[in-house]
């Protein structure tokens, strides 16, 4: 059975805005007994996490469930979903590096890039997800055993 997503309208502010709404549980609820230093970077940690694993899963399914997989197919409605899921995340942890770490120009490139990327197969050229998708599952499942290490040394200095 193929589920579609009909989208009446562009998730993207949604997503941001959970992502957002997360960030600052996080970052004033969760973690306000950490030392302020350690904050922004918890924060961070969770907003990832939140991410990695429901886009594996929503990744794997919107590769799975497309009827043509190639590397220049056009988008379907839930590979559109996945990429606007995790454009979201992105623009997030891109707000977060620029505020609380401007100097940190491998993270912030390695978000303009990836955003660039996903950007331009949702919104410009509409094909191409399958290759983005599946280098999309590569990264959360590695971003996962990132976070959890750096969890472990953020919580370890708290």
Same mark, same amino acid.
Do not use: E
């Given at each position: 059975m193929d589920h579609q997503f009909p989208l009446t309208s562009n998730p993207l502010p949604l997503f941001f805005a959970g992502y957002l709404l997360l960030y600052l549980i996080a970052y004033s609820i969760i973690f306000r007994t950490w030392a302020s230093k350690l904050r922004p970077e918890a924060s961070s940690?969770?907003?990832?996490?939140? /991410?990695? +694993? *429901?886009?594996?899963? $929503?990744?794997? %399914?919107?590769? $799975?469930?497309? *009827?043509? *997989?190639?590397? /220049?197919?056009?988008?379907t409605p839930l590979?559109? !979903? &996945?990429?606007?899921?995790s454009i979201a995340y992105f623009l997030m942890d891109h707000v977060h590096y620029l505020i609380f770490y401007p100097t940190d120009v491998l993270f912030i490139g390695h978000h303009l890039a990836t !955003?660039?990327?996903?950007? +331009?197969? %949702?919104? !410009?050229?509409? /094909?191409? *997800? &399958?290759a983005i998708l599946v280098l999309l599952v590569l990264a959360e499942v @590695?971003?996962?055993?990132?976070?959890?290490?750096?969890?472990? !040394? @953020?919580r370890g200095a708290k």
């Open positions: 940690c969770a907003i990832s996490l939140a /991410h990695g +694993t *429901p886009a594996v899963f $929503l990744a794997a %399914r919107a590769i $799975l469930s497309d *009827p043509a *997989p190639d590397f /220049h197919s056009s988008n590979q559109s !979903l &996945v990429l606007d899921y !955003l660039f990327v996903f950007v +331009t197969c %949702r919104y !410009l050229v509409y /094909h191409g *997800p &399958v @590695t971003s996962f055993c990132q976070n959890m290490w750096a969890s472990k !040394l @953020t």
